[in-house]
């Protein structure tokens, strides 16, 4: 049996090696490959997800301690789509048990006089901010075609979801990204003319 970008025992362990410490040592230099390639990747996502920076890299380890347990399940290929697609589970369930992230009410203050730096947190900030008033749904599908540059069929694999699906949820997201970084433009440019 297969799911999504899963192998199921059957089907590894013809392809495995036979001896135990052959098999441990591939897994093991699997896993380093994995965590080199898609730490970053993981955790990004996760930040483009709503969740603070010690909360993504905690999510983010949960994610590759799971791809420690199944390594030999996930297929040659599909790494990074098991990898995001645990670590957007692992957080949609934390997500559930906590509140949504508060972001600084005083944004405006600090758009007045940014520096390049402050420009790019800034920057990233109201991203964050856009981002919150998406549904979840809408802000996985979002983040990783536009941010990060998943192609629909990873996306589907990811997430679990048919390749239709990721493409209406990707129209969505869009759309109500527009409209609400157009209300963000209204207030800051009334705020701008109040001053």
Do not use: C, Y
């Not at 098999?23 to 230099?29: K, L, Y």
């Not at 996306?155 to 963000?184: H, K, Q």
Request: no cysteine; glycine share 6%; aromatic share 6%.
């Amino acid at each position: 049996m297969q799911r999504r970008g899963v192998a199921t025992s059957e089907s590894t362990t013809a392809s495995r090696p036979s001896s135990g410490a052959g098999a441990a040592e591939t897994d093991r230099a699997r896993l380093q490959a994995m965590f080199d390639a898609h730490h970053n990747l993981v955790w990004r996502t996760l930040r483009r997800f709503g969740l603070d920076a010690a909360t993504a890299a905690d999510v983010g380890q949960q994610a590759f301690l799971v791809a420690v347990e199944r390594v030999a399940d996930i297929w040659p290929g599909s790494e990074r789509a098991f990898l995001v697609g645990t670590a957007l589970r692992i957080a949609r369930s934390q997500r559930r048990r906590s509140a949504r992230l508060q972001l600084e009410a005083q944004l405006d203050e600090r758009i007045s006089r940014p520096s390049m730096a402050e420009s790019h947190a800034i920057t990233l900030e109201l991203l964050d901010k856009i981002l919150s008033q998406l549904d979840s749904q809408l802000v996985e599908v979002f983040v990783l075609s536009d941010v990060e540059g998943f192609s629909a069929p990873e996306l589907a694999r990811a997430l679990g979801v048919p390749v239709g699906t990721v493409a209406s949820r990707l129209r969505r997201a869009r759309d109500e990204f527009r409209a609400i970084a157009r209300r963000f433009e209204h207030v800051f440019a009334r705020e701008q003319g109040a001053r």
